[in-house]
C-alpha cells in the first residue's frame, strides 16, 4: 500500500513471511461422509476440527436449530438486557445449570468473547492475575483488558504459582484471580484442579478455570473437568468445541451472574446468540450426556493413535487427551509436513510460533469420535511414510 501511514502493516507482512509465519485462510466445504471437509475439490479427512463428537451434522442437532430458526426467526434482535432475551435463552440457561448442577448459567456469544470481557469485569487495576504460561490468548487478553497487575507462572508449576503469591504479598491487592485451562489447547495436557484449589484456598483467590477442551469428552458423562468441583469459581465451556455449534457459557452462583448481568461488557452490549443456534445447543446438550459409546470410541482411538506415534519415535509432550501436538521443531519442516499429509488425504494444520514457542513449532492433530479405525490408521501410515522419507 502506497502511503508513509501504512508502512507499519508492508512492515508487519513482510516480517511475518520472512520468518515463515505468514498466515493464510483456506476454504473448505464440509464432505459426504462425516469428518471429511473437501478443499480445491479434493476430499479430507479432518484430523484438526474441534468437533469432538461429530455434533456440527448431527440430524437431531440439525433439526432443532431448523425448527428454532422457524419459529424464532433469524436473528434475536438486541441484546439480552433490550429484547433478546427469548424463553429459549432462559431455558437453555436453566437446562445447562441443573445438568451441570450449578446455580446459575449465563449464556455468552463465544468464548473469545467471554474470556475478555468477563476477566476484565472481575479485576481491576488494584487486582493480582496469576495465569498459567499456556492458557488461551482470549484470557491473557481479557487478563491485559482488566488493568490488573499480570504475572504468568510457569506451565502447570504449582510451586512457581504459590511463590509467585508469597513474592506479591497478599494484602495490597482488591483481590487475587487464579486463570487456568483443564485441557490446553496447544498441547492437549491438564492443570491439576485439586492443587490449583488447594492454592485458591489458602489465599482466598478467585480459581477461573476454562473448559473448552474438555466438555463432551472428559468427566462424568462428558461433563467436564470442572465438573462438580466446588473449589472452581468461574467454570467457562465453549459450545463451538464438543457441542458442535457456537457460543460459550460460565457456570457459576446466582450473585456472579448477576454481577456479570450489570458489569460484564461483553455480555450487555452484544447481541444475543440467534434462535437456530441455541436451538442446536439445545438438542446438544440433550445428546452428550448419553454418547458413553463415542466417548469410549474416542478414548481408544487416543490411546491407541499416541502409542503408535510414540513408538515411532516422535513426541506428543505431555498429551493425554484428542489434542496431540506432534512436535517437529521448525517452521517449514511442520508446515511441509502438513502439505505431505494433505497430500494422502488429510487435513491437519501446522501450529506455529507466535501461536507456540519458537523451536516447537508442530502438526496439532484432534481425534473426533466420529474418526473410525480404519481413518486412524490411514493417518499412522501417511506418518510413517514420511518419517521414512
Ligand atoms: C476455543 C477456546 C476458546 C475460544 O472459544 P470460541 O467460542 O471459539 O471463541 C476459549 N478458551 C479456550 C481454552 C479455547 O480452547
Redesign the pocket.
Given at each position: 500500500m502506497a502511503g508513509r501511514k501504512w508502512k507499519f502493516i508492508d512492515n508487519a507482512l513482510k516480517n511475518r513471511r520472512e520468518s515463515g509465519q505468514f498466515r493464510k485462510l483456506t476454504p473448505v466445504i464440509p464432505g459426504k461422509e462425516p469428518g471429511t471437509v473437501i478443499k480445491n475439490g479434493q476430499e479430507l479427512i479432518n484430523f484438526c476440527s474441534?468437533d469432538y463428537l461429530g455434533l456440527s451434522a448431527h440430524p437431531y442437532v440439525v433439526e432443532r436449530s431448523v425448527e428454532f430458526l422457524h419459529k424464532y426467526g433469524a436473528g434475536s434482535t438486541a441484546s439480552r438486557l433490550i429484547s433478546g432475551t427469548y424463553d429459549i435463552h432462559e431455558q437453555l440457561e436453566e437446562k445447562l445449570a441443573s445438568l451441570f448442577k450449578k446455580e446459575a448459567v449465563l449464556l455468552f456469544n463465544?468464548?473469545?468473547?467471554?474470556?475478555t470481557s468477563v476477566i476484565a469485569s472481575l479485576a481491576n487495576r488494584n487486582s493480582l492475575i496469576l495465569a498459567d504460561r499456556k492458557?488461551?490468548n482470549?484470557?491473557l487478553q481479557g487478563a491485559l483488558l482488566s488493568n490488573a497487575e499480570l504475572k504468568r507462572y510457569d506451565h502447570n508449576d504449582h510451586d512457581h504459582l504459590r511463590a509467585m503469591i508469597e513474592e506479591s504479598g497478599t494484602t495490597g491487592y482488591s483481590r487475587i484471580i487464579i486463570l487456568s485451562?483443564t485441557v490446553f489447547?496447544m498441547d492437549g495436557d491438564r492443570n491439576d484442579l485439586d492443587k490449583l484449589g488447594a492454592i485458591a484456598e489458602e489465599y482466598d483467590a478467585i480459581l477461573y478455570s476454562?473448559d473448552?477442551?474438555a466438555l463432551g469428552v472428559l468427566g462424568d458423562r462428558g461433563l467436564g473437568l470442572n465438573y462438580e468441583n466446588d473449589r472452581v469459581d468461574l467454570s467457562?465451556g465453549?459450545?463451538?468445541?464438543s457441542f458442535g455449534a457456537?457460543?460459550?457459557f460460565a457456570s457459576v452462583s446466582q450473585s456472579i451472574k448477576d454481577y456479570l448481568i450489570n458489569y460484564c461488557g461483553g455480555f450487555i452490549y452484544t447481541t444475543s446468540l440467534p434462535p437456530s443456534v441455541i436451538g442446536a445447543l439445545d438438542a446438544a446438550s440433550d445428546l452428550i450426556p448419553a454418547m458413553e459409546e463415542e466417548r469410549k470410541q474416542l478414548q481408544n482411538n487416543i490411546r491407541y493413535f499416541r502409542n503408535e506415534l510414540n513408538e515411532l519415535g516422535l513426541s506428543t509432550v505431555e498429551s493425554d487427551t484428542q489434542i496431540i501436538p506432534v512436535i517437529i521443531g521448525m517452521e517449514k519442516e511442520a508446515l511441509d509436513l502438513s502439505v505431505f499429509l494433505e497430500e494422502n488425504g488429510f487435513m491437519i494444520t501446522a501450529i506455529r510460533p507466535p501461536t507456540v514457542e519458537r523451536g516447537s513449532s508442530r502438526v496439532r492433530i484432534t481425534l473426533s469420535a466420529s474418526h473410525t479405525e480404519a481413518q486412524v490408521e490411514a493417518l499412522l501410515a501417511s506418518l510413517k511414510k514420511w518419517i521414512r522419507k
Open positions: 474441534n463465544s468464548g473469545y468473547q467471554l474470556n492458557v488461551h482470549s484470557i485451562e489447547s476454562d473448552a477442551h467457562i465453549t459450545f463451538g468445541k457456537f457460543g460459550a
